[in-house]
């Protein structure tokens, strides 16, 4: 009988869903690792955080005169090459494209009502400073503010910002601001047609805000709009004054390989170690104006969930591939060759459990497009069964055994013989065949055997063994029903 029982296949669907049902246990575990790893995670911060800075003693390295004039002309070359980068990248000016930008001009008459009388008498002409105090309106924090506002740029980046209101100049003397005249001319540069006209109001906006408190300070004068346009131009000076800093990278990097060459090791530890005590001071600055350091990081608390939940699952998944007992879902008269009555799922009412709703969805889902007995619906069909299998075989009596036996089991019995009061057939129930050997003797008396088996309870060898009993005794086993 044994060669004619066919290996089980795993049904890893079956499988996806039977460890789901331990989701309370996943869960739980999964909050474990999250906690752990958050605590191991504010463990490293705060380790990192009251670590000791290494402490770079600078005086103990000694040079002579010459060496030091070496290492300062180095560094300072080292911070302006420095500085270039910044500029070079972050500087508006450097952004833009001198093939076609859009430039701002507004000019202003700064009249102050100077004259010379005769005979000469003390008296200065202060256009010149009135047309700088303008100049430095540019420069407030109010102006800041604004420029800021329409530039979208923040506190580290609006001194690379501000170059796009330029008093001066700076570049290729585009229409110079004449001394003594009252001339002040204001360029206004951006990529863009819409940006360049909201910089040109605001530059006319902190003109007309600081002409009274200029009038406070120095003296009455008045001011006339002679100039504002806003044109499209292509401007080889912008460019030529773009390659100019470009220029001094590359002067100042190969000044720098070039004073490197020439150093000696000492001179080359000194500076290492100036530049690593600079960096240790920009650190602990920086750290005393932000938060303390000592945190929990986010992502590995996620993936510390995460990591729990899936040992877990992966724990089960594999106690499920190792457990030799009886599922549910086994194909019954496939695997054995013996016919089943049904499968019966009983409800236990004693364990209900919190959030049992998802219990009931994963029953669902695992049980998708299958048709199982309920309790009540189970008793009536597989009496049934056995009145035929009994009647077909002229038998008046049936033994009823199985590998487990526990209350479910007893009552499902007790309901079945008193479904068979009615008919000609005699249930009688025994205990396991395998483990007692009066029962052995009464089923092979009787000779016709219903077996009763538990999923997750009977063994699959065990069931295996019984069938094979019946056969070496000569007892015919009429069917079996599967309890869950």
Not at 55 to 62: C, F, G, M
Not at 375 to 402: D, H, Q
Request: include cysteine.
């Amino acid at each position: 009988m044994e060669k004619n029982i066919a290996e089980r296949e795993i049904n890893l669907i079956d499988m996806f869903w039977a460890v789901c049902r331990k989701w309370r246990q996943m869960v739980l575990w999964a909050v474990i690792f999250a906690v752990l790893a958050g605590g191991v995670s504010y463990l490293k911060s705060a380790k990192a955080a009251r670590q000791p800075k290494e402490e770079i003693a600078l005086e103990d390295l000694e040079l002579d005169e010459d060496s030091m004039e070496n290492v300062n002309a180095y560094l300072e070359y080292k911070q302006m090459y420095g500085e270039q980068i910044l500029y070079n990248d972050k500087a508006s000016l450097m952004q833009l494209d001198a093939g076609g930008f859009y430039r701002g001009v507004v000019t202003y008459y700064v009249d102050n009502h100077y004259t010379v009388e005769y005979p000469l008498i003390n008296k200065t002409n202060n256009i010149n400073a009135l047309i700088e105090a303008y100049k430095s309106e540019f420069r407030t924090e109010a102006f800041t503010a604004r420029l800021q506002e329409l530039t979208g740029s923040d506190e580290k980046e609006i001194s690379y910002v501000q170059e796009l209101i330029d008093c001066n100049s700076k570049y290729g003397d585009i229409i110079p601001n004449m001394n003594n005249t009252g001339v002040l001319t204001v360029f206004v540069y951006s990529d863009s047609e819409e940006s360049c006209k909201a910089l040109t109001e605001l530059v006319k906006e902190t003109m007309e805000a600081g002409r009274a408190s200029i009038a406070e300070k120095m003296e009455a004068h008045d001011i006339t709009l002679l100039e504002d346009n806003c044109d499209y131009i292509a401007d080889s000076d912008l460019w030529k004054y773009q390659q100019e800093n470009i220029s001094k990278l590359s002067t100042y990097k190969a000044n720098i390989d070039n004073m490197e060459n020439k150093m000696t090791d000492e001179e080359l530890s000194y500076v290492d170690a100036y530049e690593k005590e600079q960096m240790l001071e920009k650190e602990e600055q920086e750290e005393t104006e932000e938060t303390p350091q000592i945190t929990i990081s986010k992502k590995l608390v996620v993936v510390g969930f995460i990591g729990g939940g899936v040992l877990v699952f992966g724990i089960w998944a594999l106690f499920y591939l190792l457990n030799r007992t009886l599922r549910l879902e086994d194909d019954f008269e496939r695997i054995y060759d013996v016919k089943l009555l049904g499968n019966v799922v009983i409800k236990n009412e004693t364990k209900k459990k919190w959030f049992g709703f998802i219990d009931s969805f994963i029953e669902r889902m695992r049980h998708l497009n299958r048709r199982y007995f309920t309790e009540e619906e189970a008793v009536p069909m597989v009496a049934a069964g056995i009145k035929i299998g009994a009647g077909k075989l002229n038998a008046s009596r049936v033994y009823i055994t199985g590998a487990a036996f526990g209350n479910e089991e007893k009552q499902l019995i007790e309901q079945l013989k008193k479904e068979l009061k009615k008919t000609d057939v005699e249930l009688i129930a025994g205990k396991p065949i395998l483990y007692d050997a009066e029962a052995l003797e009464q089923s092979a008396e009787i000779g016709y055997v219903v077996l009763v088996e538990r999923a997750g309870v009977s063994l699959y060898g065990e069931v295996a063994q019984e069938i094979e009993v019946c056969a070496h005794q000569g007892t015919k086993v009429l069917g079996a029903v599967v309890v869950a």
